[in-house]
């Protein structure tokens, strides 16, 4: 179902959309240090919700946490129903909690068609098949070709990944995302170190992502937050400062002082 189809059904009801991921309590300690101090989050079905706070505020431990990559010292973390606070991140992966990074994480070698084509073999279940050639089953191909449409990959689809944009390299690397068909996707700065040049396409292609995939994005564009967001999580020395929709964000004065400093909120 849609995300329009929830906040239909909220409003007729009066009930919310369904918890898809949470976080409780989560305490993430390095020696004397805490990174994560008591957050809680709650992403709901179809969410487009926004992480934002100033460098060193925890996003990226947070982040960590909730994808597997650390194991926190204390709390929970439950993905529909189910605790998955120690399980590995790539059976995270296999239950539909998906990540992109802030630096590319792609094969340079391979073009954007081989590389979808990998992806979304080993999603079908194809990946063993390795005496057959990427791409052969009808199903992978249709696939392949959808996500290189979606994600405005077409003109260099048969490049190898080491030549391409920077910008698409970040497309690339959301169509990958997509093609491992999540339910929860977290995208780590999406935009980070795009030229204004090719700004417009990323953010043309993440504010079109399917409505049913609920969107976690930690990102420090406003532009971007601002545009893509219906609620929005304020992080602080790793606690948890605010939570509200965009306009009340914009409208905290706790927000424009810490997170911001010396400048400006813009809705």
Request: proline content about 4%; overall charge negative.
């Amino acid at each position: 179902m849609s995300a329009a189809y929830y906040e239909a059904v909220a409003q007729a009801t009066g009930a919310a959309a369904p918890v898809v991921l949470e976080a409780q309590g989560l305490v993430m300690r390095f020696g004397g240090i805490t990174a994560t101090n008591q957050v809680s989050l709650q992403l709901r079905q179809g969410a487009r919700h926004a992480l934002i706070g100033p460098n060193g505020a925890g996003k990226t431990t947070l982040i960590n946490l909730l994808t597997g990559v650390l194991v926190p010292t204390e709390g929970r973390i439950m993905l529909e129903g189910q605790d998955i606070t120690r399980l590995a991140p790539h059976l995270r992966a296999r239950r539909g909690l998906v990540r992109t990074f802030q630096i590319n994480q792609l094969f340079d070698t391979m073009t954007p068609l081989q590389t979808l084509a990998m992806v979304v073999s080993q999603r079908q279940g194809l990946g063993g098949r390795w005496w057959q050639p990427l791409g052969r089953q009808k199903a992978v191909v249709e696939r392949c070709e959808q996500l290189i449409e979606q994600f405005h990959l077409r003109d260099v689809a048969g490049q190898e990944t080491r030549v391409l944009a920077y910008g698409k390299r970040r497309l690339l690397e959301i169509a990958i995302a997509l093609a491992c068909e999540p339910r929860v996707l977290l995208l780590d700065e999406p935009v980070a170190g795009v030229p204004a040049g090719e700004r417009d396409e990323l953010l043309h292609t993440v504010a079109d992502l399917p409505s049913d995939v609920s969107v976690l994005l930690i990102e420090h564009d406003m532009d971007l937050v601002f545009s893509f967001a219906r609620r929005m999580t304020v992080l602080v020395n790793g606690t948890l400062l605010t939570e509200g929709s965009p306009a009340e964000i914009a409208d905290d004065p706790q927000v424009r002082a810490v997170y911001l400093g010396h400048g400006e909120v813009h809705a």
